[in-house]
């Protein structure tokens, strides 16, 4: 459960709101225990990636019928990631490549999964489940190479 007493958003709580930047540390309280020490970094999106995400919460409170609160919008205009990695090991550019470079693998694998339409395995006794894994997974790999060279192809319309 996170615990905040004031908006992570204001001046007085960011290092250098004004550069659309926060790297601070954070606490998350638990039920048992100690509250759990992390990092906060945040990163304010360009204008326009800003404005589209805005967009898609209103759509959401709209869908959902509920309104849409300011934290939601002042939100949407900052990449909010809750990390454990040190300051003193890793500098706010470090965190904020890493945190791209993980979602790049993740829409790789979002776009691998559909492309050989691997759901989950068929049941759920291992005997069955392991080698339908594998055998999806060394699919991927085969088909890998041939996704970046389809890929640098020109598009159907711009070939015209």
């Known amino acids: 459960?996170?615990?905040?007493?004031?908006?992570?958003?204001?001046?007085?709580?960011?290092?250098?709101?004004?550069?659309?930047?926060?790297?601070?540390?954070?606490?998350?309280?638990?039920?048992?225990?100690?509250?759990?020490?992390?990092?906060?970094?945040?990163?304010?999106?360009?204008?326009?990636?800003?404005?589209?995400?805005?967009?898609?919460?209103?759509?959401?409170?709209?869908?959902?019928?509920?309104?849409?609160?300011?934290g939601t919008l002042a939100a949407a205009e900052w990449v909010i990631?809750?990390?454990?990695?040190?300051?003193?090991?890793?500098?706010?550019a470090d965190v904020l490549a890493l945190y791209r470079l993980r979602w790049r693998i993740e829409l790789g694998f979002k776009r691998l999964k559909s492309l050989i339409g691997l759901k989950g395995p068929p049941g759920t006794d291992e005997r069955s489940a392991r080698p339908y894994v594998l055998a999806h997974l060394l699919m991927i790999l085969l088909l890998e190479p041939l996704i970046d060279e389809f890929e640098d192809s020109p598009r159907l319309p711009a070939a015209a």
């Open 1 to 70: 459960m996170l615990t905040a007493h004031r908006s992570i958003f204001s001046p007085s709580s960011a290092r250098h709101p004004a550069r659309g930047l926060i790297d601070r540390p954070i606490w998350i309280g638990r039920k048992s225990g100690s509250a759990l020490g992390l990092r906060l970094v945040a990163i304010k999106k360009p204008a326009q990636a800003a404005e589209a995400a805005k967009r898609k919460a209103r759509q959401a409170a709209r869908i959902g019928r509920h309104q849409i609160s300011k």
């Open 81 to 92: 990631l809750v990390t454990s990695l040190k300051p003193d090991s890793f500098l706010t």
